[in-house]
């Protein structure tokens, strides 16, 4: 058992697909901690049936529903509040997908329905979820709301393609609603910018193994786990963190203050300086 740090709080899930995943490992730390919540996920995503397994283990419900319709959201606040007896204190956003990935469509010739798709599922049912929270006054004042984001939201990962918009979008839709939250319930809204993690979603980019690489050599404390993020949200979750809000949280090691490191220069950078001409076509 851990320190009960959120023991009384109650929150909804969303994302959680297997062990590996960080919302997973969110959920096993909050249920260690004392809090009671739902567990959601897309119907499709629900017939793999682990989270059933994750239910059964913390003792929580699993709602199916598609964050993308706000029909589907509002009933799955009516529930969860039934469930767990009132107004909950948390939630957790930890979905993001880009069938221009899935289907290896090049940055410079994306399809543009898939990239609303994108953009749909990755960062505006973000808004959603929120538009429907605060409409229905469905979290209580100083509950915390958290996104999982990565640094492709500020910086250019040549494979990440149009999940590098949906993040920016992501962070700006945390900043933006989380003026309007705090001012009316004092609800925090923030997002976790987290080191490449080996989940279902991350090894799903092209090139994974070599971001997962790189940052491990720039960053002072190597990369970030899944568990080690999963702790992060639950402190964000906590009364300990009150006054953090509108903020995209660096958990990556030190990666995203980083310019070059001895360990890359001595141990990675295999190249030595030789790389462009023989990656001219790469």
């Not at 040549?158 to 920016?168: F, I, P, R």
């Not at 001012?183 to 971001?211: C, D, E, L, M, Y």
Request: charged share 20%.
């Amino acid at each position: 058992m851990g320190n009960e740090l959120l023991k009384g709080k109650t929150g909804i899930i969303f994302g959680a697909l297997d062990a590996n995943s960080i919302a997973w490992q969110v959920a096993e730390k909050a249920h260690a901690h004392g809090a009671k919540f739902v567990l959601s996920n897309a119907p499709i995503a629900l017939r793999k049936g682990d989270i059933f397994t994750l239910g059964k283990d913390t003792g929580s419900e699993v709602i199916p529903a598609d964050i993308t319709q706000e029909d589907e959201i509002e009933t799955l606040f009516i529930e969860s509040k039934q469930i767990l007896g009132g107004n909950i204190d948390f939630i957790l956003h930890s979905v993001g997908m880009s069938p221009n990935v899935r289907k290896g469509i090049h940055y410079t010739d994306l399809d543009y329905n898939y990239l609303m798709k994108t953009l749909d599922v990755s960062a505006i049912s973000l808004h959603k979820v929120l538009k429907v929270a605060y409409r229905m006054d469905a979290i209580n004042p100083w509950g915390s709301v958290l996104a999982l984001s990565y640094i492709a939201a500020q910086r250019t990962f040549s494979t990440y393609s149009d999940m590098a918009q949906a993040k920016a979008m992501l962070e700006s839709i945390c900043r933006s609603f989380g003026y309007h939250y705090g001012r009316k319930k004092k609800v925090r809204v923030n997002s976790i910018s987290q080191s490449p993690t080996i989940t279902t979603a991350g090894t799903g980019v092209k090139g994974f193994n070599s971001f997962h690489s790189y940052s491990s050599c720039m960053s002072p404390l190597g990369n970030a786990s899944a568990e080690d993020c999963a702790n992060y949200c639950i402190v964000m979750f906590s009364d300990l963190t009150r006054m953090v809000t509108m903020q995209n949280l660096y958990h990556d090691g030190g990666y995203s203050t980083m310019g070059i490191s001895d360990k890359l220069i001595e141990e990675c950078f295999v190249c030595q300086g030789d790389c462009h001409e023989k990656h001219l076509d790469d």
